[in-house]
């Protein structure tokens, strides 16, 4: 609060204003903070939390898929590249979120990573029909990216009172780095890198090993899906009873008028520009961080132990920040 007395009074204006007009509605004269908030943020949270595990699957272990897969440099940076490409349908997610709900929203986005990850775990023999339905797993884990990644805002904002609302966005939007964090570790350290002997009871590493361990991950990865998805069907309410706050329960602008507002505030380019630079920067240099450090002779384990610390600071100071 004290940082806020030194911004201009432009700096903390709205960026978008409500038009009074046809407004006459008095606001709502009682609101509460339901309890049940820390169980809606955590399944959000953890759901974030798959969606990017999943997502970085391939890239720090991309030495051992190589060689258990037949995967290029390229399948590597394309599967990295879905991530992105599921952003792609954004408006769409919106609008939903918007029309119909969190709930909605976020079911939609939990059936297609748990598609996405059923499709990437059939184990077929066919190498190369294997390569496409792991691509196209990782496609459908991408989609659910607009609504895990973006609505940490409009959870807070209709579950938590406004002294509450900057740390549960922060926790909602961070957890899905925090799965990509986890993976640089459970990739690396389960699954052996070639041209090793692995250090456990086993024999040598040989081909089928390696394939039998990443099998073995992404069968862990889709039980976990499997479980978040059935914990949202049965219990994940759109919204609370009763608003946390007069400001909750305020009337929305519709969303083409909103859109079309945004679009065109300077403002709120710029504020876009600032996130979605180093975010993209981040994201892409870290999804395929082993394969860069390759080169330089860093072995799978330091690749991935360089990747969690480097997504875990990050994290821990952008809820410092929150906070």
């Known amino acids: 609060m004290g940082a806020a007395g030194s911004s201009s009074v432009a700096e903390r204006e ?26 809606v943020l955590g399944l959000f949270s953890l759901l974030g939390f798959m969606q990017g595990a999943v997502w970085n699957f391939w890239g720090p272990i991309q030495g051992s898929a190589e060689r258990a ?64 339905m792991i691509h196209g797993g990782h496609f459908l884990n991408g989609l659910a990216g607009p609504t895990i990644m973006s609505a940490g805002p409009f959870l807070s904002t ?16 961070l957890f899905c780095y ?18 090793r002997t692995w250090t456990g009871p ?10 039998d361990r990443i099998q073995l ?26 608003p946390p706050s007069v400001a909750a329960a305020s009337q929305r602008l519709s969303y083409r008028s909103s859109i079309c507002r945004l679009l065109s505030n300077l403002r709120f380019l710029m504020l876009a520009l600032a996130y979605a630079v180093p975010s993209g920067v981040i994201g892409g240099f870290g999804g395929v961080l082993d394969l860069v ?13 360089i990747g969690f610390w480097a997504t875990v600071g990050g994290c821990v100071f952008g809820v410092a920040m929150a906070r």
């Not at 986890?182 to 052996?192: C, D, E, K, T, Y």
């Open 69 to 132: 897969f037949g995967f290029s440099s390229s399948d590597i940076a394309l599967l990295v590249l879905w991530g992105p490409v599921g952003f792609l349908p954004w408006m769409l997610f919106m609008w939903l979120m918007d029309k119909r709900g969190l709930r909605a929203a976020l079911l939609l986005s939990a059936f297609f990573m748990l598609l996405g990850s059923a499709v990437r775990s059939v184990p077929l023999a066919e190498q190369p029909l294997r390569r496409w």
């Open 178 to 195: 925090l799965g990509g964090a986890a993976s640089f570790l459970v990739g690396p350290l389960v699954v052996p890198a070639p041209n």
């Open 217 to 242: 991950v992404m069968y862990a990865e889709l039980s976990v899906i499997v479980v978040l998805f059935v914990a949202v069907l049965l219990y994940f309410p759109s919204r609370p009873s009763m």
């Open 293 to 305: 450090l390759s080169p330089a002779k860093v072995s799978q384990v330091d690749a991935g132990w």
């Open 14 to 39: 709205p960026l978008l204003v409500p038009s009074l007009a046809g407004s006459d509605a008095p606001p709502p004269a009682r609101s509460l903070v339901s309890g049940r908030r820390w169980l």
């Open 202 to 211: 086993a024999a040598p590493v040989t081909d089928g090993a390696i394939r």
């Open 158 to 173: 209709t579950w938590f009172a406004p002294d509450q609302r900057a740390t549960a966005t922060a926790v909602a939007s």
